[in-house]
Nanobody, 126 residues
C-alpha cells in the first residue's frame, strides 16, 4: 500500500485546511486510518483516527471539536478537515493505516501502524 498525503499549506490562525490521503496498491477496507503530526525535536503525535467502516472516529483532545476525519472507501481516500486552526497546529502531518478486526476507532500508537504516507506541511501563522 502506498499512501500519499496532500493539502497542506500556509494559513492564518482561525482558518481552515483540508488534508487528503490517497491510497494505491490495494483496498483499505479492513484498515483503520489515522492522522499524526510531528514538529522538529518532538515525537510523532496522534491526531485522529477513523475505523474501517467509517462510522467510528476518535480524536486527540487537542483537536477535538475542530478537526473532522472522514473516509471514502470507494475512492480509497481519507480526509482531515481542520477548522479554527491555531499556531500550535503547525506541523508535518502524516497519514497512516493499520489493520483492524474491530470497527471501533480508538487512540493509535505510531509504532503500531502498518503503512505510512509522506508528510504534508501545515503552517498556521498568528
Amino acid at each position: 500500500v502506498q499512501l500519499q498525503a496532500s493539502g497542506g499549506g500556509l494559513v492564518q490562525a482561525g482558518g481552515s485546511l483540508r488534508l487528503s490521503c490517497a491510497a494505491s496498491g490495494r483496498t483499505l477496507s479492513g484498515y483503520a486510518m489515522g492522522w499524526f503530526r510531528q514538529t522538529p525535536g518532538k515525537e510523532r503525535e496522534f491526531v485522529a483516527t477513523i475505523g474501517r467502516s467509517g462510522l467510528s472516529t476518535y480524536y486527540a483532545d487537542s483537536v477535538q471539536g475542530r478537526f473532522t476525519i472522514s473516509r471514502d472507501n470507494a475512492k480509497i481516500t481519507v480526509y482531515l478537515q481542520m477548522n479554527s486552526l491555531k499556531p500550535e497546529d503547525t506541523a508535518v502531518y502524516y497519514c497512516a493505516a493499520v489493520y483492524r478486526r474491530t470497527t471501533v476507532a480508538g487512540p493509535l500508537d505510531s509504532s503500531g501502524m502498518d503503512y505510512w504516507g509522506k508528510g504534508t506541511q501545515v503552517t498556521v501563522s498568528s
